[in-house]
T-cell receptor
């Protein structure tokens, strides 16, 4: 049972374009939604996170959009750069429970120069 | 430097030969966990520990063991590895579920091949 579904599996974007990765979750008890970025040969690292009391969070070129009623959230990368090429994972967690992170399947992003 | 250290980074072993992957963190984190990463499946939790001597199963615990005798260390043990345990393994730590900051810090990963 995949509690967090992520799409697309892979994405190719031209430099300067907008990259959009989508995630959907099932459990309405989730109350923390982070995105992790992973470069080849490295472990994932926290990129940006949101809680369900806000609909959008922006940090530099990275924005999370959150739709609580649709149980969906997405990552937007504006002005995508070749250095953004990585694998991105969305995740969900219940802070009131174990704090366990449940990850999506991952999206491999390639930004072409 | 705050970090999670895993060893070894790469390991090739034969079916049935017991192995241990070590994990150590220097951030005094309470919460530690092990994940395996497989193509198309994302990161799946194997075991987690909320504090010393407190461990519990994650989503895919079969074939694995863990222990948490000290706060900083959380080794992953494969008593009798099988080829379906060939994967990329990550150890992670975080302050704990009670804290507002729940950022998980990951190690560099261990690429395990069981032949």
């Amino acid at each position: 049972q995949q509690q967090v579904k992520q799409s697309p599996q892979s994405l190719i974007v031209q430099k300067g374009g907008i990259s959009i990765i989508n995630c959907a979750y099932e459990n309405t008890a989730f109350d923390y939604f982070p995105w992790y970025q992973q470069f080849p040969g490295k472990g994932p690292a926290l990129l940006i996170a949101i809680r369900p009391d806000v609909s959008e969070k922006k940090e530099g070129r990275f924005t999370i959009s959150f739709n609580k009623s649709a149980k969906q959230f997405s990552l937007h990368i504006m002005d995508s750069q070749p250095g953004d090429s990585a694998t991105y994972f969305c995740a969900a967690s219940m802070l009131s429970n174990t704090g366990k992170l449940i990850f999506g399947q991952g999206t491999t992003l390639q930004v072409k120069p | 430097e705050a970090q999670v250290t895993q060893n070894p980074r790469y390991l090739i072993t034969v079916t049935g030969k017991k192995l241990t992957v070590t994990c150590s963190q220097n951030m005094n984190h309470e919460y530690m966990s092990w994940y395996r990463q497989d193509p198309g499946l994302g990161l799946r939790q194997i075991y987690y520990s909320m504090n010393v001597e407190v461990t519990d199963k994650g989503d895919v615990p079969e074939g694995y063991k863990v222990s948490r005798k000290e706060k900083r260390n959380f080794p992953l043990i494969l008593e009798s590895p099988s080829p379906n345990q060939t994967s990329l393994y990550f150890c992670a730590s975080s302050r704990g579920r009670q804290m507002m900051n729940t950022e998980a810090f990951f190690g560099q990963g261990t690429r395990l091949t069981v032949v």
